[in-house]
């Protein structure tokens, strides 16, 4: 009698180690393992799927991967990770990455510095009036430059161009000054010479000082 009590005892604590025995409606099997309700898993085929163990059975669904920074310039994916992840984050600027405290220049005018919070930032050039009236542009350089030193238009028509910090005859009776690019204000919406004409003054014909 007495040792028909102990067996009973034994099989409803699961045997000899006193382990209460688990029905099968409260595990859940994967990856070779048994996992009890309640319990978290990935599935080893799938790192991406999350399964919790219930009485009903295994209710799994797909991980959602956060979205990487659009900066990120370095990304790497491990073996048994579900989501990929961003190693380095840098700065992007016009469809170009950029390293993280990296200086660029994307134009002539343009000087840029990758900062910290992931944001290019950039100063732009402001270049002053070229002091004369034919500049041009040298490739690399950002601002015009006056290769024939300063000049002006003699007059209205913009059909003849005087050096600049000079006297200038345009004919006998008419002179004209050119600004010499050191002249504060002048430049400023002035592209024509100043000029003097002597009155009572007839030009001789065939003189022209050009």
Same mark, same amino acid.
């Given at each position: 009698?007495?040792?028909?009590? &102990? /067996?009973? *005892?034994c099989l409803l604590l699961g045997g000899?180690?006193?382990?209460? &025995? #688990?029905?099968?409606?409260? %595990?859940?099997?994967?990856?070779?393992?048994?996992? =009890?309700?309640?319990?978290? =898993?990935? /599935?080893?085929?799938?790192?991406?799927?999350?399964?919790?163990? %219930?009485?009903?059975?295994?209710?799994?669904?797909? #991980?959602?991967?956060?979205? /990487?920074?659009?900066?990120?310039? +370095? @990304?790497? +994916?491990?073996?048994?990770?579900?989501?990929?992840?961003?190693?380095?984050?840098? $700065?992007?600027?016009?469809?170009?990455?950029?390293? *993280?405290?990296? +200086?660029?220049?994307?134009?002539?005018?343009?000087?840029? #510095?990758?900062? *910290?919070?992931?944001?290019?930032?950039? &100063? @732009?050039?402001?270049?002053?009036?070229?002091?004369?009236?034919?500049? !041009?542009? !040298?490739?690399?350089?950002?601002?015009? !430059?006056? %290769?024939?030193?300063?000049?002006? =238009?003699?007059?209205?028509?913009?059909?003849?161009?005087i050096p600049g910090g000079e006297y @200038?005859? *345009?004919?006998? $009776?008419? !002179?004209?000054?050119?600004?010499?690019?050191?002249? @504060?204000?002048?430049?400023?919406g002035n592209r024509v010479a100043k000029?003097?004409?002597?009155?009572?003054? #007839?030009?001789?014909?065939?003189?022209?000082?050009?």
């Amino acid at each position: 009698m007495r040792e028909s009590w &102990l /067996l009973a *005892l034994c099989l409803l604590l699961g045997g000899p180690g006193g382990r209460a &025995l #688990t029905s099968q409606a409260g %595990t859940c099997e994967a990856n070779g393992s048994m996992y =009890y309700e309640g319990e978290w =898993y990935f /599935l080893d085929s799938d790192p991406c799927t999350q399964c919790k163990c %219930t009485a009903e059975g295994a209710a799994c669904g797909q #991980t959602e991967c956060s979205a /990487l920074p659009p900066a990120c310039i +370095h @990304v790497s +994916h491990y073996p048994g990770d579900c989501c990929p992840r961003c190693e380095k984050i840098g $700065c992007e600027h016009r469809g170009e990455v950029y390293e *993280l405290g990296q +200086h660029f220049q994307p134009s002539e005018c343009e000087q840029c #510095t990758c900062e *910290l919070d992931g944001i290019a930032r950039c &100063l @732009v050039a402001d270049c002053a009036p070229p002091p004369c009236v034919n500049a !041009k542009y !040298k490739t690399g350089e950002c601002c015009p !430059k006056c %290769t024939q030193g300063p000049n002006c =238009y003699s007059d209205a028509s913009q059909s003849r161009i005087i050096p600049g910090g000079e006297y @200038v005859w *345009l004919d006998s $009776c008419t !002179k004209c000054r050119c600004h010499d690019g050191q002249d @504060v204000g002048y430049w400023e919406g002035n592209r024509v010479a100043k000029c003097e004409t002597f009155q009572n003054c #007839t030009p001789e014909e065939g003189v022209n000082n050009s």
